[in-house]
């Protein structure tokens, strides 16, 4: 069974930084995608960035420029910077892991801005 663990979120004034990682343990083929979806109170869940076992990105246009994702495929783990972050990028956070043949989720972790 495949579990995904997310740490480092937490509150932050505007213009900060916070760094969110999330290891995923259990069976876990090679070839996946993992990233970070976010969900803001009254509004559905978003793609954040996201990225594959062979390097190449993705991000939302809201955070291209202020987000950066990285992993470690040795140690199945996945982060991602938040720099300059705005109000409007507080939601919970959750990481994702993507094989192709099913999704897992994360538990979320909380990522408040304050202005």
């Known amino acids: 069974q495949v579990q995904l663990v997310e740490s480092g979120g937490g509150l932050v004034q505007v213009g900060g930084s916070l760094r969110l990682s999330c290891a995923a343990s259990g069976r876990i083929s090679s070839i996946n995608i993992m990233g970070w979806y976010r969900q803001a109170p009254g509004k559905q869940r978003e793609l954040v960035a996201r990225?594959?076992?062979?390097?190449?990105?993705g991000y939302a246009n809201s955070v291209k420029g202020r987000f950066t994702i990285s992993r470690d495929n040795a140690k199945n783990t996945v982060a991602l910077q938040t720099d300059s972050l705005k109000p409007e990028d507080t939601a919970v956070y959750y990481c994702?892991?993507?094989?192709?043949?099913?999704?897992?989720w994360g538990q979320g972790t909380q990522v408040t801005v304050s202005s």
């Open positions: 990225i594959g076992s062979g390097g190449w990105t």
């Open positions: 994702n892991l993507d094989t192709g043949l099913a999704n897992y």
